[in-house]
Protein backbone atom coordinates (compact mmCIF):
# COMPACT_ATOMS: atom_id res chain seq x y z
CA UNK A 1 0.00 0.00 0.00
CA UNK A 2 1.36 3.49 -0.86
CA UNK A 3 1.61 6.04 1.58
CA UNK A 4 -1.10 8.40 -0.02
CA UNK A 5 -3.38 5.27 0.92
CA UNK A 6 -1.88 5.95 5.09
CA UNK A 7 -2.91 9.50 5.78
CA UNK A 8 -6.40 11.13 5.47
CA UNK A 9 -7.51 14.50 5.76
CA UNK A 10 -4.39 16.37 4.85
CA UNK A 11 -4.02 20.34 5.17
CA UNK A 12 -1.26 22.42 5.25
CA UNK A 13 -0.14 24.53 7.94
CA UNK A 14 1.61 27.34 6.28
CA UNK A 15 1.76 29.48 2.96
CA UNK A 16 5.00 27.96 1.98
CA UNK A 17 4.20 24.54 2.06
CA UNK A 18 6.83 23.20 4.50
CA UNK A 19 4.36 21.81 7.36
CA UNK A 20 1.39 20.27 7.51
CA UNK A 21 -1.15 18.06 9.38
CA UNK A 22 -3.16 14.68 8.70
CA UNK A 23 -4.48 11.60 10.26
CA UNK A 24 -1.86 8.54 9.87
CA UNK A 25 -2.47 4.71 9.82
CA UNK A 26 -0.07 3.87 12.09
CA UNK A 27 1.11 -0.05 11.74
CA UNK A 28 0.42 -0.76 14.91
CA UNK A 29 -1.56 1.95 16.51
CA UNK A 30 -4.11 2.89 13.69
CA UNK A 31 -5.43 6.06 12.48
CA UNK A 32 -3.83 9.00 14.41
CA UNK A 33 -3.25 12.69 14.38
CA UNK A 34 0.22 13.43 12.68
CA UNK A 35 1.90 17.09 12.17
CA UNK A 36 4.85 16.40 9.02
CA UNK A 37 7.52 19.19 8.89
CA UNK A 38 9.66 19.91 6.23
CA UNK A 39 12.31 19.93 8.96
CA UNK A 40 11.69 16.69 10.07
CA UNK A 41 14.00 13.68 9.56
CA UNK A 42 12.07 10.70 10.74
CA UNK A 43 11.86 8.41 8.05
CA UNK A 44 7.93 8.97 7.74
CA UNK A 45 8.12 12.59 7.31
CA UNK A 46 10.63 11.84 4.37
CA UNK A 47 8.46 9.42 2.53
CA UNK A 48 5.77 11.83 2.75
CA UNK A 49 7.44 15.09 1.42
CA UNK A 50 9.38 13.17 -1.10
CA UNK A 51 5.62 11.85 -2.34
CA UNK A 52 4.20 14.83 -2.54
CA UNK A 53 2.32 14.45 -5.80
CA UNK A 54 0.49 11.76 -4.72
CA UNK A 55 -1.14 12.82 -1.44
CA UNK A 56 -4.28 15.43 -1.26
CA UNK A 57 -3.30 18.11 0.85
CA UNK A 58 -6.00 20.55 1.89
CA UNK A 59 -4.20 24.44 0.78
CA UNK A 60 -3.67 27.02 3.73
CA UNK A 61 -6.10 29.18 4.55
CA UNK A 62 -4.90 32.13 6.00
CA UNK A 63 -6.94 32.68 9.69
CA UNK A 64 -9.05 35.57 9.62
CA UNK A 65 -8.70 37.98 12.21
CA UNK A 66 -11.49 40.36 13.89
CA UNK A 67 -9.97 43.75 14.13
CA UNK A 68 -12.50 44.93 16.26
CA UNK A 69 -12.04 41.95 18.87
CA UNK A 70 -7.76 42.91 18.16
CA UNK A 71 -8.38 46.31 18.81
CA UNK A 72 -10.37 46.00 22.28
CA UNK A 73 -7.85 43.49 23.24
CA UNK A 74 -5.16 46.17 22.76
CA UNK A 75 -6.82 48.83 24.38
CA UNK A 76 -7.13 46.41 27.39
CA UNK A 77 -3.31 46.51 27.21
CA UNK A 78 -2.91 49.87 26.84
CA UNK A 79 -4.95 51.05 29.70
CA UNK A 80 -2.80 48.58 32.23
CA UNK A 81 0.32 49.78 30.87
CA UNK A 82 -1.00 53.69 31.27
CA UNK A 83 -1.73 52.20 35.06
CA UNK A 84 1.67 50.52 35.29
CA UNK A 85 3.38 54.03 34.40
CA UNK A 86 1.62 55.51 37.19
CA UNK A 87 3.85 53.67 39.61
CA UNK A 88 6.72 52.71 37.52
CA UNK A 89 8.03 56.22 36.29
CA UNK A 90 8.47 58.81 38.82
CA UNK A 91 9.00 62.09 39.59
CA UNK A 92 12.66 63.92 41.34
CA UNK A 93 12.09 66.30 44.44
CA UNK A 94 13.81 66.41 47.62
CA UNK A 95 16.48 64.62 46.67
CA UNK A 96 14.65 61.42 45.68
CA UNK A 97 12.00 60.03 43.34
CA UNK A 98 8.20 59.26 43.61
CA UNK A 99 5.44 58.01 41.74
CA UNK A 100 2.46 59.45 39.92
CA UNK A 101 0.80 56.97 42.31
CA UNK A 102 -2.08 54.68 42.27
CA UNK A 103 -5.53 56.19 42.22
CA UNK A 104 -5.92 56.37 46.03
CA UNK A 105 -2.13 57.98 46.11
CA UNK A 106 -3.64 60.86 44.01
CA UNK A 107 -6.83 61.42 46.06
CA UNK A 108 -4.95 61.60 48.93
CA UNK A 109 -2.26 63.86 47.11
CA UNK A 110 -5.06 66.05 46.25
CA UNK A 111 -6.77 65.97 49.99
CA UNK A 112 -3.01 67.22 50.82
CA UNK A 113 -2.88 69.56 47.99
CA UNK A 114 -6.18 71.15 49.14
CA UNK A 115 -5.47 71.36 53.21
CA UNK A 116 -2.07 72.94 51.89
CA UNK A 117 -3.27 75.75 50.09
CA UNK A 118 -6.03 76.51 52.76
CA UNK A 119 -2.73 76.46 55.06
CA UNK A 120 -0.90 78.93 53.34
CA UNK A 121 -3.97 81.31 52.89
CA UNK A 122 -4.15 81.28 56.75
CA UNK A 123 -7.80 79.29 56.41
CA UNK A 124 -6.36 76.42 58.89
CA UNK A 125 -3.60 75.72 61.13
CA UNK A 126 -0.37 75.54 59.33
CA UNK A 127 0.99 71.44 59.64
CA UNK A 128 3.50 69.21 57.79
CA UNK A 129 2.78 66.36 55.81
CA UNK A 130 4.33 63.05 55.71
CA UNK A 131 4.84 61.41 52.01
CA UNK A 132 6.62 58.20 51.64
CA UNK A 133 8.96 58.06 48.24
CA UNK A 134 9.74 55.30 45.46
CA UNK A 135 12.28 54.34 47.25
CA UNK A 136 10.43 54.11 50.32
CA UNK A 137 11.84 57.13 52.21
CA UNK A 138 9.57 58.67 54.39
CA UNK A 139 9.68 62.17 54.14
CA UNK A 140 7.76 65.40 56.06
CA UNK A 141 7.13 68.31 53.79
CA UNK A 142 6.04 72.01 54.42
CA UNK A 143 2.77 72.88 52.56
CA UNK A 144 4.36 74.83 50.18
CA UNK A 145 6.91 71.72 49.43
CA UNK A 146 3.26 69.32 49.00
CA UNK A 147 1.92 72.16 46.51
CA UNK A 148 4.61 71.66 44.69
CA UNK A 149 4.94 67.96 44.69
CA UNK A 150 1.19 67.42 44.24
CA UNK A 151 1.55 69.68 40.25
CA UNK A 152 4.36 68.01 39.64
CA UNK A 153 2.53 64.76 40.18
CA UNK A 154 -0.51 65.88 38.20
CA UNK A 155 1.91 66.87 35.28
CA UNK A 156 3.70 63.72 35.31
CA UNK A 157 0.09 62.09 35.40
CA UNK A 158 -1.52 64.11 32.55
CA UNK A 159 1.76 63.25 30.92
CA UNK A 160 0.79 59.22 30.73
CA UNK A 161 -2.39 60.42 30.06
CA UNK A 162 -1.86 62.22 27.22
CA UNK A 163 0.76 59.31 25.80
CA UNK A 164 -1.77 57.04 26.54
CA UNK A 165 -4.61 58.76 24.53
CA UNK A 166 -2.40 59.24 21.85
CA UNK A 167 -1.45 55.45 21.41
CA UNK A 168 -5.51 55.09 21.75
CA UNK A 169 -6.47 57.07 19.23
CA UNK A 170 -3.50 55.96 16.52
CA UNK A 171 -5.39 52.53 17.59
CA UNK A 172 -8.80 53.19 17.04
CA UNK A 173 -8.35 55.70 13.76
CA UNK A 174 -5.33 54.13 12.64
CA UNK A 175 -4.57 50.62 12.53
CA UNK A 176 -6.04 48.70 9.84
CA UNK A 177 -4.33 45.50 10.19
CA UNK A 178 -3.06 42.51 12.53
CA UNK A 179 0.57 44.24 12.36
CA UNK A 180 -0.17 47.64 12.98
CA UNK A 181 -2.30 47.03 16.42
CA UNK A 182 0.45 44.81 17.04
CA UNK A 183 2.66 47.88 16.78
CA UNK A 184 0.80 49.57 19.04
CA UNK A 185 2.15 51.37 22.50
CA UNK A 186 2.45 54.34 24.79
CA UNK A 187 5.30 56.27 23.89
CA UNK A 188 8.24 56.81 26.17
CA UNK A 189 7.63 60.78 25.60
CA UNK A 190 5.02 63.18 25.07
CA UNK A 191 4.46 63.53 21.15
CA UNK A 192 4.01 67.53 19.98
Sequence with gaps: MGIAAQIAHAKWLNAKHTRFECDYNHPQLGWVPFTADVNDKSEITKELFNNLVSLEIAEYVEPTVD??????LKH????????????????????????AGKEDDQNNMNTFYSKAVAMKAGIVERKLFD???ATNRLHTF????????????????????????????VLLANATTKEEVDGITIPPTRLM
Excluded: C, H
Design 67 to 72: LAELKE
Design 76 to 99: TELKKLRDSLRVTETIEFDGDQFT
Design 131 to 133: WMS
Design 142 to 169: TPEEIIILATLMENKVQDIYARYWYARD
